[in-house]
């Protein structure tokens, strides 16, 4: 069973800067996508960012140009580098990984952008 454990979440102020963490409990060669999502209050579930074994990485247009998506495949490990993050950018953030028709969530963390 696939797991994936989240971190790096918390309270930051506008204009900061927060790194999630995403360790899978396997090998992430396993993966065809691994990426993140996220939810505020009252929304639906949306993409942030999303990269495929091959290829660059999309991202949602609120993301580009502040947000970084990469991977570390010793640590089994991807990451989102958020940068400038504006109150609008609150939410929890899932991870999320899909091998082959499968597809595992992490259990979420919550970054909280306020003064």
């Known amino acids: 069973q696939v797991q994936l454990v989240e971190s790096g979440g918390g309270l930051v102020q506008p204009g900061g800067s927060l790194r999630l963490s995403c360790e899978a409990s396997v090998s992430i060669f396993t993966f065809t996508s691994m990426g993140w999502y996220r939810q505020a209050p009252g929304k639906p579930r949306e993409l942030v960012a999303e990269l495929y074994r091959y290829g660059s990485p999309n991202y949602a247009d609120s993301a580009k140009g502040r947000f970084t998506l990469s991977r570390d495949n010793a640590k089994n490990t991807v990451y989102l580098q958020m940068n400038s993050l504006k109150p609008e950018d609150t939410a929890v953030y899932y991870c999320?990984?899909?091998?082959?028709?499968?597809?595992?969530w992490g259990q979420g963390t919550q970054v909280t952008v306020s003064s």
């Open positions: 999320r990984t899909t091998a082959d028709v499968s597809v595992y």
